[in-house]
């Protein structure tokens, strides 16, 4: 599964981007999506799920109700919708998918398959 993160850009502090994160080769469905992003020097941090049966949704306590993630099975692609962006969002933001089909996002997906990642500059 290849995956290709778009849609970071620099935003002042309280506007909004959407990430997209695109499959190639491969669908997405029956598969858990996370987002993750990182800051040089500090780990990758986990920042939303979406499941792979119910679309069941997962965020970080930072970004709870500022981030939607959703997807679309047609386009293979999944959304990740950030308003009232703050300069901690900063970061290079990567998609992942699970190895295996039919993961939940509270069951320990394996993401398997990362993105390139798209920058996200949010100035105060």
């Known amino acids: 599964v290849q995956l290709q993160a778009s849609g970071g850009g620099l935003v002042q502090s309280g506007g909004s981007l959407r990430l997209s994160c695109a499959a190639s080769?491969?669908?997405?469905?029956?598969?858990?999506i996370g987002w993750f992003r990182q800051v040089p020097g500090k780990e990758r941090e986990w920042v939303s799920c979406?499941?792979?049966?119910?679309?069941?949704?997962y965020y970080k306590d930072s970004v709870k109700g500022r981030f939607a993630i959703s997807r679309d099975n047609a386009k293979s692609t999944v959304y990740l919708q950030m308003n009232s962006l703050k300069p901690e969002d900063t970061g290079v933001y990567y998609c992942?998918?699970?190895?295996?089909?039919?993961?939940?996002?509270?069951?320990?997906?394996?993401?398997?398959?990362w993105g390139q990642g798209t920058q996200v500059t949010v100035s105060s």
């Open positions: 979406i499941g792979s049966s119910d679309d069941s949704t």
């Open positions: 992942a998918a699970d190895r295996w089909y039919g993961s939940s996002c509270d069951s320990g997906p394996d993401f398997g398959f």
């Open positions: 080769g491969h669908t997405l469905d029956h598969r858990a």
